[in-house]
């Protein structure tokens, strides 16, 4: 956040994605300052959120991903579900090097995989404001009043790169692809761990690093 963040322009991250059981990998941006409120008003751009878990896998695999604009009011009206798109490759993205892309300007925020024209997500707002396009309420206050259409998404922004564990948000359906927690159960971290037999040595270490997130390159322009 406070080493580099930048307003428009062109990213392009080089990686492979890790391969294992209920890893949650993510390439993405949140804003420098929190300028319209807490999240998501200030907005979030994903450009990559995948699983480490086999292709097959119910929930989505190791093949698939998404690119997601998170936005709204409060954090019980985010709308990520209009601006949200999936990738669906022939094997799985721990087998190789990728390309993944935003091209981000004040009219149009565009994600990609390899190549500028092979769009993941394409999200248009040169004329429709995204107060517009998210439906909300006239009872809420609308936190981009007087801003441009894009607004929360005309500010700076910084990267994240990370990789998480399981969960309890519905990442991870419960019931799905043999998954051995629960969402509700306040004890979901031990059950987790308690069934490490089952999806550790899906991670096939320490013989590889298959469930690390691994980068060549990082480019903004």
Known sequence: MNSFSFQYGRVEVRAKLPKGD???????????????????????????????????????????????????????????????????HHESLGEDFHTYGLIWTEKRMTTYFDRPDNIVLDVDMSTLSNWERGGFSNTLNNPWKGETPNAPFNREFYLVLNVAVGGTNSYFPDGQCGKTWTNNDQHSPNAFWGSKGAWYPTWNYPATHDAAMKIDSIKVW
Request: with cysteine.
């Open 22 to 88: 209920w890893i949650w990998p993510a390439i993405w941006m949140l804003p420098k300052y929190n300028e319209y409120g807490n999240w998501p008003a200030s907005g979030e751009i994903d450009i990559v959120e995948s699983r480490g878990n086999a292709p097959g896998c119910s929930a989505g695999g190791s093949d698939t991903f998404g690119s997601t604009l998170h936005y709204g009011p409060n954090w019980d009206q985010d709308v990520w579900d209009k601006t949200h798109g999936e990738y669906k």
